[in-house]
Nanobody
Framework: QVQLVESGGGLVQAGGSLRLSCAAS????????MGWYRQAPGKQRELVAS???????IYADSVKGRFTISRDNAKNTVYLQMNSLKPEDTAVYYC?????????????????WGQGTQVTVSS
């Protein structure tokens, strides 16, 4: 019904940049908050950044000043621009979205996750 597809991960040297994208598709009525989480090996999944439908943002302290989250509501897409990357940013990055959709005349709101994209920062 609804899915999130991520792209943009990869291998980069410390100090480099990457841009992640996450596009939502399906029978979408509206998308509320969207965000990026990450999970490093042996660690819990943590919030990296989130953005509301009107553009209010929240960042983890560890990425403030280096990462920027943005969204294109017309394209149902959220982005994460990551600059000045550090080895400790290495993780699988997951897109998350709170989506309202219609199915057989009923409205539902559910939390969706992307499949994850690997970001590896070498020292």
């Amino acid at each position: 019904q609804v899915q999130l597809v991520e792209s943009g991960g990869g291998l980069v040297q410390a100090g480099g940049s990457l841009r992640l994208s996450c596009a939502a598709s399906g029978s979408i009525f509206s998308i509320n908050a969207m965000g990026w989480y990450r999970q490093a090996p042996g660690k819990q999944r943590e919030l990296v950044a989130s953005i509301t439908s009107v553009g209010r943002t929240i960042y983890a302290d560890s990425v403030k000043g280096r990462f920027t989250i943005s969204r294109d509501n017309a394209k149902n897409t959220v982005y994460l621009q990551m600059n000045s990357l550090k080895p400790e940013d290495t993780a699988v990055y997951y897109c998350n979205a709170d989506i309202t959709y219609y199915n057989v005349g009923h409205r539902y709101t559910e939390d969706y996750w992307g499949q994850g994209t690997q970001v590896t920062v070498s020292s």
